[in-house]
C-alpha cells in the first residue's frame, strides 16, 4: 500500500518552506499509524532547514513535537488501539541493544538514534520527514500516550522542550527543598520553571531584562534575577542546587557558576558548541561544582514527564497557527515573538 503524504518541505536551505507530496513507508508489525493532530515549532526546526549545523538533508519536512490520533496498528503493537491520542518526539528509533538504550536512555544510543526528520532510515534507507505533514508511521516503541485532559495542541511541545527540561531536573533530583534556577525565558525556559515548581523547588528565573517578572511569576518562578544587575547576582552567589540553561546561543557562563551551591551544577539544554569567555576552573575545583549537559530524554522518562503534566495540568504555552504561516512564524521566533510556543494546526494543510 503506498501512503501518499502532504506536508511542507524546504527543498534548500535558502528557500522558504512550502508544499511537498511524498511516500509514507508500508506499516511494519510493530508500526503504529498515526494522523497528526498538531506539530510543535522547535527552534531547531529552523537551524536544521537553513543548515546552521552542517548536516542539513533536502528536501527537509521538520517538526519533532507532535501529537496525533492512532489510526491503524501493526499485528505486533499490543499497547496502542484506535483512536488513542498519542505523541512523537524527536527520535523514532535506536540500536535497542547498547548499554544507554538497556538502561531507557535511547536519546544517547551510542550506534546513532534515528531523527525524526532529517535522517535516514535504518531499515530501509529512506528519509525520515517529521510532524509538518498529514500523517507519519513509527516503531510502537517510540510512540507515547497522551494522558486524558492535556489540550492537544498546548501538549505538544511537551514532546521536545518539555523532556529537554524535565530530563535534568529529575537526573538531579529536584524535589521538594530543591533551589533551581533557570537562564532564559522561552520555549524552553518557560517549561522548566512550570516542571520545578510542580516538583516542589524553589525556582528562580535569570534574566538579561527586566519586564518579566508577572510572566515569571505566572509560570511558577519564586524569584526573578536580572542576570546584567552585579548586585543582584550577587545576592544569590552560592545559592543554587541546579541551574538549567536555556539559553541557544554562546555566552559567559562564570557569573551563573557562582550562583551555584556547594556541589551544584550547571546544566546546558540550549546550546551546543566552544564557550566564550573561557570557563573559569576555579570555582568548580573549589566547591565542587559542574557544568554539564544533557538532551532530551529517553522513551520512558517521556512518558513518566507526560503522566506527571497529566496530573498536575501543565502544557505549554502556545500560538496555534496554521501550516501556511510557518515562514512566518520562523522569523518571529528569530526575533522571540512568540510567548512560548507555535503550533501548527495540521488541519489547516488539509484545508
Known sequence: MVMNV?????HSAESPLGLFSFIRRDPRPNDVVIDILFSGVCHSDIHNVRNDWGNAKHPMVPGHEIIGR??????????FKLGDHVGVGCMVDSCQHCGPCGHGLEQYCENGNTL??????????MPTYGGYSERIVVSDKFVVKVPEGLDLAAAAPLLCAGITTWSPLRHWKVGPGSRVAVVGLGGLGHMALKLAKALGAHVTLFSRSPGKDDDARRLGADRVVISTDKAQMAEVRGQFDLIIDTVPYVHDLNAYVKTLALSGSLVLVGYLGPLQDMLNTGPLVLGRKSVAGSVIGGIAETQEMLDFCGVHGI?????????????EAYERMLKSDVKYRFVID?????A
Open 315 to 327: 502544557t505549554s504555552d502556545v500560538e496555534v497557527i496554521n501550516m501556511q504561516d510557518i515562514n
Open 346 to 350: 495540521i488541519a489547516s494543510l488539509r
Open 6 to 10: 502532504r506536508g511542507y518541505a524546504a
Open 70 to 79: 492512532v489510526v491503524e496498528v501493526g499485528s505486533a503493537v499490543s499497547r
Open 116 to 125: 525524526t526528520y532529517n535522517d535516514v532510515d535504518p531499515h530501509d534507507g
